[in-house]
């Protein structure tokens, strides 16, 4: 349900732009999502689909950059990769983790016409 | 002659006979040295809804026999116009102005990359601020609080707005997808109450937050409540303008519903663990629920309840007691 109010975000964000870009239609649409912003990438794209029904992304392409989890050990002092919100350190079991990276939800870029 | 596309009158005959020139300039007709003549429509639908950098485009005509005619159309129009050419004519045509654009200039491609680079949320996240900064500049402490559907959210809003006694003056905004149900219950206290219903929405926006907060009235000083709909996934993305995010998890539930839903434990800065006068009854582990809620969250501050018994009620009430002594302050701070 809530990749719905993200897709008509991602949608307000173009059409936004449209007006100051001058552009009338939207090819491709290259989104930035982080593996632990709690967005289903399926369903994002199946929500996309039905939000820009008649709108100037209609039949846009979805690309979709998935960024990987990084969170911050504070007993190993240094970055490391996670997987989920709530894992542990992979090093040292650590739960004294601070997510540093991976949380991202974006419109990077389109290619308009 | 004619001025738009310099064919004579007078000259033109077709199979000998003189060709009455009616130029309706929708479309075209041609006599070319040849003696051939003719016509094509130009179905130029110029909707003008924005000008464009090229302010003339050309189109190029070039006939097999060797004959070519350009046309020059001087002005700015928009990419949407409609630029159909259903030539009637045998003559191979190269034309440069089919483009999606209707355009054509050298070396340059009609599609362009648009760099964006804006948070999804970023429309939301801006109201959100809007509404942090109204509320920090009238002194409000404002909580939105989430849960599960049937954690007690609403009962312990109604139990804690009886404890305070009117020592504080508050205001709630309640989310639900229907029914003013829960409005109703909060009004009964005496308290000012406000129902959102989101329809087929699962979440509280900042957008409608700022639109109720403008018709409540708030008391300068006073404590908001926002009671999100009953949901652990959607509210947890949508920044209110809040100063806290309190989340809700009964003891009824499971001890891992931190581990399922990590995004909404993650983003409240307390836990309040409700319903704790039945723990006798249950095989909750309530230590273990904490310790799931902080493996999320490690900062996350929690704190023990019952709407029921009043166990950790005060505990509860001193927290927001001293939010608002922080709202209040910082407003007098930041006033001067």
């Known amino acids: 349900m809530h990749e719905m109010s993200l897709a008509e975000g991602v949608l307000q964000l173009i059409e936004d732009s449209a007006k100051t870009q001058n552009f009338s239609r939207v090819k491709t649409v290259w989104l930035e999502i982080g593996q632990l912003a709690g967005v289903e990438v399926e369903a994002m794209k199946f929500c996309f689909d039905a939000v820009v029904n008649d709108s100037i992304a209609e039949g846009a392409q979805l690309v979709i950059i998935e960024t990987p989890g990084q969170a911050w050990c504070l007993h190993c002092a240094e970055v490391v990769n996670v997987q989920a919100l709530y894992d542990a350190c992979p090093k040292c079991g650590s739960h004294q983790v601070q997510v540093t990276g991976g949380n991202e939800m974006r419109v990077k870029e389109l290619d308009v016409e | ?336």
Not at chain 2, 35 to 61: F, K
């Open chain 2, 1 to 336: 002659m004619c001025n738009v596309c310099g064919c004579g009158a007078g000259e033109t005959t077709i199979d000998g006979k003189a060709v009455e020139h009616e130029h309706s300039h929708g479309g075209h007709f041609h006599v070319h040295a040849d003696g051939t003549a003719h016509d094509h429509d130009h179905a130029h639908d110029h909707e003008h809804s924005h000008e464009h950098m090229q302010a003339q485009h050309m189109h190029y005509h070039l006939h097999e026999d060797g004959s070519s005619h350009d046309h020059v159309h001087d002005h700015l129009h928009g990419h949407d116009h409609q630029h159909e050419h259903p030539h009637t004519h045998t003559h191979s045509t190269a034309h440069y102005g089919l483009g999606p654009a209707g355009a054509h200039a050298p070396g340059m491609s009609q599609s362009r990359m648009v760099k964006i680079e804006q948070d999804i949320l970023s429309k939301n996240d801006g109201y959100a601020n809007d509404n942090r900064a109204w509320l920090a500049a009238h002194g409000i402490f404002a909580l939105n609080l989430v849960s599960s559907p049937g954690s007690g959210k609403t009962t312990l809003l109604v139990k804690s707005i009886t404890a305070l006694n009117g020592s504080l003056p508050l205001a709630v905004i309640e989310g639900d997808q229907q029914t003013d149900n829960d409005a109703a219950r909060i009004r009964a206290t005496g308290a000012p109450a406000l129902q959102i219903n989101t329809g087929k929405g699962c979440h509280l926006d900042a957008f409608m937050v700022g639109k109720a907060i403008q018709q409540l009235g708030l008391h300068d000083d006073s404590l908001l409540l926002i009671e999100n709909v009953g949901n652990l996934v959607c509210p947890a993305s949508f920044d209110l303008g809040e100063a806290h995010k309190v989340a809700i998890l009964s003891v009824t539930e499971g001890e891992d519903k931190p581990l399922k839903y990590p995004d909404m434990f993650r983003a409240a800065d307390v836990m309040l663990l409700n319903k704790c006068d039945l723990l006798p009854y249950l095989t909750f582990d309530a230590d273990l629920a904490v310790a799931n809620a902080r493996r999320v969250n490690p900062d996350i501050q929690v704190i023990r309840i019952s709407a029921t018994s009043g166990e950790g009620m005060d505990e509860w009430l001193d927290w927001i007691r001293a939010g608002c002594k922080k709202a209040v302050a910082r407003k007098t701070i930041d006033g001067r």
